[in-house]
């Protein structure tokens, strides 16, 4: 037994680290730099402030993980991240296709405590810094209520990949909060003060059928009057979770320090919208479901945002300028909110996306004015419009393992992260990411240490793509439609289709080109010939016909029996090496036969729209002045839909070739 007397002095227990780098915030951004740095060798002291990891994807907040791709809702084929943060989706698809948040926690925690090189203090808080000469962190303080224990941690380089940005704040980083003017950036979307500044939190809930009548009592502190939100009649029985993102609070409020205000007013407003959907009648269906789970903790959109040696804004993502220092990439909407959140009466979100995936440069990783800060997560610098694009999970992972590569560099060569901007070092930094997976557009491994780069392929064939087999199944021409493949430079080879519909019927195909390299908006009309179905010959039950130039063709497909067959030579000569797509315009009285064959870098697209990320339609049409294109969105299919059209090209199209496999970039992106 222990007896301690009242004179005693007593003191925390005390633990101190020394490492390699230091990480404030396990989200998903913390989570991939901690990987990223411990797999290459780096001692890495992970501070989490929460019981898991995983942030705003954790079990306690249960939002998607989004990235480039958007929902597959925008033109942004092939975007999706890869690197670790890849890893993680796929080995939580592989054990948790059902999407169960408990199990995504537990993944992350495998794979962080799999790392020996990562010490991980979870529940654990910083809240000092120490810094040294020329403004450099030297130490950070950090207390856990869970094992009453202080934890000093030292280390020349640290990342802050809090959300809030704690550690930024603490050592004197340099940050902005709310939205900038128009005039600094020349950003035409910046927001005027009646939209808002800053983006609210949100709190989501699950519902459970338990299979027989329950009853409901809300709280006290509940909404009484559920029409005191503008678009109450949106609610439904049907929807929980992440649908509800918008029911959203505080963006007038400083979005740091009132969180637990706006915590509050978010479990106001849920209970509110349970009881309207329990108790209102409106909701016969409710009647068996009960309210299984409610955050405990906001998702934070927006605080703080740090200045780097460079600002992204508006004008980076939609004209995808290219930088010498690009380590990352974005694809998401630059995606506003207005401040009064769920209690606004304008839509919940605009939204308005570039034609393609972005660059994100270095410059914005790190601080400008504390020289050993790195920057990970939503808390980059970037303007708030760019921020608007910059804050989705996926992307703010993605760009925390370029961070953990640029802070192995740092630390072999012990340099500052400003010092990588030298040309040979930032060149061995971006081979390191290709290396590693990380896709950065525009840029594809050139590895003179990789013996693949002198080897010779020798192949007993190639690929060559002469046609794509009918499978007997038709899909209907409710809207138009395109087959999106890659293309050598010279003349377009002639297509083949097959269709079903009356005799008559006209058809408008066209061939588009994207414009420029690795963007996929089909907005350049190469060509565009219109067929008549029928047209010069009879059509039997055993063979149809269609007429192009004056030509009539028959022919019936194996597998699909008697179809109208089309053939259009649309007579272009390309100039490079690119995608283009063949489209065909919507026509309700006709179906297009469609082939089983998947094949890697061709897909099936649809002009439509998703609206999750576009409330305009199937063209993003934005208001004059604001500084966004116009352009049609071009949309695949999710499998097992999505089927590709029966196709055949005269001369094949020749781009397996067998040297492929020697050169990157690995996914793609141009031809």
């Given at each position: 037994?222990?007896?301690?007397?009242?004179?005693?002095e007593r003191?925390?227990?005390?633990?101190?680290h020394?490492?390699?780098?230091?990480?404030?915030g396990?989200g998903l951004a913390g989570?991939?730099?901690?990987?990223?740095?411990?797999r290459q060798g780096?001692g890495?002291?992970?501070i989490?402030?929460?019981?898991?990891?995983?942030?705003?994807?954790?079990?306690?907040?249960?939002?998607w993980?989004?990235?480039?791709?958007s929902?597959?809702g925008?033109?942004?084929?092939?975007?999706?991240?890869?690197?670790?943060?890849?890893?993680?989706?796929?080995?939580?698809m592989?054990?948790?296709?059902?999407?169960?948040?408990?199990?995504?926690?537990s993944?992350l925690?495998?794979?962080v405590?799999?790392?020996?090189?990562?010490?991980?203090?979870l529940n654990?808080?910083?809240?000092?810094?120490?810094?040294?000469?020329?403004?450099?962190i030297?130490a950070i303080?950090a207390?856990?209520s869970?094992?009453?224990?202080?934890?000093?941690?030292?280390?020349p380089?640290?990342?802050?990949?809090?959300?809030?940005?704690?550690?930024?704040?603490l050592?004197g980083a340099?940050?902005?909060?709310?939205?900038?003017?128009?005039?600094?950036?020349?950003e035409?979307?910046?927001?005027?003060?009646?939209y808002?500044?800053?983006?609210?939190?949100?709190?989501?809930?699950?519902?459970?059928?338990?299979?027989?009548?329950v009853?409901y009592?809300?709280p006290?502190?509940a909404?009484?009057?559920?029409a005191?939100?503008?678009r109450?009649r949106?609610?439904?029985?049907?929807?929980?979770?992440?649908?509800?993102w918008?029911?959203?609070?505080?963006?007038r409020?400083?979005?740091?320090?009132d969180?637990?205000?706006?915590?509050?007013e978010?479990?106001?407003?849920?209970?509110?919208?349970?009881?309207?959907?329990?108790n209102?009648g409106e909701?016969?269906?409710a009647e068996?479901?009960?309210l299984?789970?409610?955050?405990?903790?906001?998702?934070k959109?927006?605080?703080?945002?740090?200045e780097?040696?460079?600002?992204?804004?508006?004008?980076?993502?939609?004209?995808?300028?290219?930088f010498?220092?690009?380590?990352?990439f974005?694809?998401?909407?630059m995606?506003?909110?207005?401040?009064?959140?769920?209690?606004?009466?304008?839509?919940?979100?605009?939204?308005?996306?570039?034609?393609g995936?972005?660059?994100?440069?270095?410059?914005?990783?790190?601080?400008?004015?504390?020289?050993?800060?790195?920057?990970?997560?939503?808390?980059?610098?970037?303007?708030?419009?760019?921020f608007?694009?910059?804050?989705v999970?996926?992307?703010?992972?993605?760009?925390?393992?370029?961070?953990?590569t640029a802070?192995?560099?740092c630390?072999e060569?012990?340099?500052v992260p400003?010092?990588l901007?030298?040309?040979?070092?930032?060149?061995?930094?971006?081979?390191?990411?290709?290396?590693?997976g990380?896709?950065?557009?525009?840029?594809?491994?050139?590895d003179?240490?990789?013996l693949?780069?002198s080897?010779?392929?020798?192949?007993?064939?190639?690929?060559?793509?002469?046609?794509?087999g009918d499978?007997?199944?038709?899909?209907?021409?409710?809207?138009?439609?395109?087959?999106?493949?890659?293309?050598?430079?010279?003349?377009?080879p002639?297509?083949?289709?097959w269709?079903d519909g009356?005799?008559?019927?006209?058809?408008?195909?066209e061939l588009?080109?994207?414009?420029c390299?690795?963007n996929f908006?089909?907005?350049e009309?190469?060509?565009?010939?219109?067929?008549?179905?029928?047209?010069?010959g009879?059509?039997?039950?055993e063979k149809?016909?269609?007429t192009?130039?004056?030509?009539?063709?028959a022919?019936?497909?194996?597998?699909?029996?008697?179809?109208?067959?089309?053939?259009?030579?649309f007579?272009v000569?390309?100039?490079?090496?690119q995608?283009?797509?063949?489209?065909?315009?919507?026509?309700?009285?006709?179906?297009?036969?469609l082939?089983?064959?998947r094949l890697?870098?061709?897909?099936?697209?649809?002009h439509?729209?998703?609206?999750?990320?576009?409330?305009?339609g199937?063209v993003?049409?934005?208001?004059e002045?604001?500084?966004?294109d116009?352009?049609e969105?071009?949309?695949?299919?999710?499998?097992p839909?999505?089927?590709?059209?029966?196709?055949?090209?005269e001369p094949?199209i020749?781009v397996?070739?067998?040297?492929?496999?020697?050169r990157?970039?690995?996914r793609?992106?141009?031809?």
């Open positions: 037994m222990r007896i301690y007397r009242a004179e005693d003191f925390l227990k005390l633990e101190r020394a490492t390699d780098l230091a990480i404030v396990g989570v991939c730099c901690a990987i990223t740095a411990a780096l890495v002291v992970l989490q402030d929460r019981p898991v990891l995983g942030g705003n994807a954790s079990s306690e907040v249960r939002l993980v989004l990235g480039a791709t929902h597959m925008n033109n942004n084929r092939w975007a999706r991240e890869g690197g670790v943060i890849d890893e993680l989706l796929v080995e939580n592989y054990r948790n296709p059902e999407g169960n948040a408990l199990i995504f926690d993944i925690l495998e794979k405590a799999a790392e020996e090189n990562i010490t991980l203090l654990t808080a910083a809240f000092e810094v120490d810094k040294g000469e020329e403004e450099a030297e303080r207390f856990c869970q094992n009453s224990t202080m934890y000093e941690v030292r280390a380089y640290f990342c802050d990949a809090s959300g809030d940005g704690v550690l930024g704040f050592s340099a940050f902005r909060i709310g939205a900038e003017g128009r005039a600094e950036f020349d035409g979307f910046a927001p005027t003060g009646s808002g500044e800053l983006l609210g939190h949100s709190i989501y809930f699950y519902t459970k059928d338990v299979g027989h009548p009853k009592v809300p006290a502190f909404l009484n009057d559920i005191e939100i503008p109450y949106r609610f439904n029985a049907r929807d929980y979770g992440c649908n509800l918008w029911i959203e609070y505080g963006g409020m400083d979005t740091v320090h969180t637990e205000k706006i915590k509050w978010l479990w106001k407003v849920v209970y509110g919208v349970w009881d309207h959907i329990k209102s909701f016969p269906e068996s479901l009960t299984e789970w409610v955050g405990t903790i906001p998702g959109r927006e605080s703080r945002r740090f780097g040696d460079f600002m992204l804004s508006q004008r980076d993502v939609v004209e995808r300028r290219r010498d220092d690009a380590v990352s974005g694809g998401w909407a995606d506003l909110h207005p401040a009064d959140g769920v209690y606004s009466k304008e839509e919940g979100c605009t939204q308005w996306h570039s034609k995936v972005y660059q994100i440069p270095l410059r914005t990783m790190y601080s400008k004015n504390v020289p050993n800060l790195f920057l990970a997560g939503r808390i980059i610098s970037a303007s708030h419009v760019a608007g694009s910059t804050r999970m996926a992307t703010c992972a993605h760009g925390a393992q370029a961070v953990a802070a192995a560099m630390c060569r012990e340099i400003r010092d901007l030298d040309r040979d070092l930032m060149r061995t930094l971006q081979r390191r990411l290709l290396r590693q990380q896709h950065i557009p525009g840029l594809s491994l050139r003179t240490d990789d693949a780069e080897a010779e392929v020798v192949s007993s064939s190639a690929y060559s793509l002469d046609e794509l499978c007997g199944e038709t899909l209907a021409m409710d809207s138009s439609r395109g087959l999106l493949l890659p293309m050598r430079a010279g003349r377009v002639s297509v083949s289709m269709f009356e005799l008559g019927t006209e058809l408008t195909l588009r080109g994207m414009g390299a690795g908006t089909p907005e009309i190469l060509a565009t010939q219109t067929v008549t179905l029928g047209e010069g009879a059509v039997s039950s149809k016909v269609a192009v130039g004056g030509q009539t063709e022919a019936t497909l194996p597998a699909s029996g008697a179809y109208h067959k089309v053939t259009v030579d007579g000569e390309l100039d490079r090496d995608y283009v797509m063949i489209g065909v315009k919507e026509s309700e009285s006709v179906s297009i036969v082939s089983d064959v890697t870098g061709v897909l099936s697209l649809a439509k729209a998703d609206k999750k990320v576009s409330k305009g199937a993003q049409d934005p208001p002045g604001i500084g966004v116009r352009f969105f071009w949309l695949p299919e999710r499998r839909g999505g089927k590709l059209p029966a196709v055949r090209f094949p020749e397996f070739d067998a040297e492929s496999v020697l990157g970039p690995e793609p992106v141009e031809t």
